[in-house]
């Protein structure tokens, strides 16, 4: 009796060890055939951006009414330019995207003069125009002095997926003029040159 009691004894304790080795082995195929979480990239920004404004690069026209002598300026944004007595000054420029209409092309422009505020008085610089100037639409706005007209000729910008363009290089043409008369050179800015002052919230004069 003693001998069968424990047989029956050491048979038992076969029995659980197996079914712990089963349940082990069952948790274990359970645990790889579980589905595992797919790791996820984190999202990459769109390629291109629209041209910032400080990069923008602005192309203008400046006629000299007493000579019929017309120069190209080309300008990067916040830039200054002095031709004789007038300085040009661009302070931002935009045109529309290739998909937008109507298409039309913008800048932002100051302009100084020095000239005397009276006849017989000392030269000052006088802001004779400061607001947006459009290629277009230039009846919108005019720069209205007697010697000098500026107007926008291009804006060098771009938009994401469109190639870029190489901005225009600096050019100065002259017109038919009077014989004598010479073309005046570009000269830097004085010490005393005008405070320019960034263009308003609301971008008029």
Known sequence: MTRALAGLAALAMLAACGQDEGASDAATESRAAAPRPVPRLPAVAEKGEVTPNKDRIATLG???????????????????????NVVVRVQSCERTAPWEMPDETGAFVQVYVEEPPAPGE???????????????????????????????????MNFPGEEA?????????????????????????????????????????
């Open 62 to 84: 400046l006629l000299n009414k007493r000579n019929n002598i017309t120069t190209d300026l080309v300008l990067k944004v916040g830039e200054t330019r002095r031709i004789d």
């Open 122 to 156: 000392d030269k000052v610089w006088r802001k004779v125009f400061s607001g947006w100037l459009f290629k277009n639409s230039p009846a919108l706005n005019v720069v209205e002095h007697p010697i000098y007209d500026v107007w926008v000729k291009a804006c060098a």
């Open 165 to 205: 363009k190489p901005a225009p290089a600096a050019s100065a043409k002259s017109a038919p003029k009077a014989p004598g008369s010479a073309s005046p050179a570009p000269a830097p800015s004085p010490s005393a040159s005008p405070a320019l002052a960034a263009p308003d919230s609301a971008g008029t004069a």
